[in-house]
């Protein structure tokens, strides 16, 4: 059993020195008890560190959508095309006055709070509020920038309706 990893050679203490496998060290050098614990304080400093990288990662900087309407359109039009579009992917929106509506998306234990200003050509999405979203002045959860641009792209594909 000498030649598996993490088994000492006939004749060995555990305690005093035991071999391994390791890459780019020769086959049966020996380490001492010492050396062991330094190895295993470099692997969980190493798996503390991924974990603290995989956390950050679920965050990004915070985007703010937008675009341009296809064809001619009233304010009233752009703000039904504008409705429709949140409605259809879960997002209440309110209005807040001529040419600005407030959108509210509520996922769970999320929420992520928008507000809409627009005009007969264009309108953008800017943040305003979160709950849950790990929101810190600059970054916010990776899905609130997927949640922006689905808004977005289904407001673009929104048909004017009515005259």
Request: positive net charge.
């Amino acid at each position: 059993m000498s030649g598996r990893a993490g088994f000492a050679p006939a004749g060995t203490a555990l305690g005093f020195a035991t071999t391994a496998v390791v890459p780019g060290i020769p086959r049966g050098a020996v380490f001492s008890e010492g050396a062991m614990t330094a190895t295993r304080r470099g692997l969980v400093a190493s798996t503390l560190g991924a974990t603290a990288l995989a956390a950050c990662a679920r965050t990004a900087p915070i985007q703010e959508g937008g675009g341009e309407f296809i064809g001619p359109g009233t304010l009233s039009q752009r703000a039904d095309q504008i409705r429709r579009a949140g409605a259809g992917l879960g997002w209440r929106t309110e209005p807040l006055g001529p040419g600005r509506m407030l959108g509210t998306l509520n996922l769970r234990t999320h929420q992520a709070v928008v507000e809409i200003p627009y005009d007969t050509r264009r309108f953008s999405i800017r943040y305003v509020s979160s709950s849950n979203l790990d929101y810190d002045g600059n970054a916010i959860h990776r899905n609130y920038n997927s949640w922006v641009q689905n808004l977005q792209n289904a407001i673009m594909a929104q048909p004017v309706v009515g005259a």
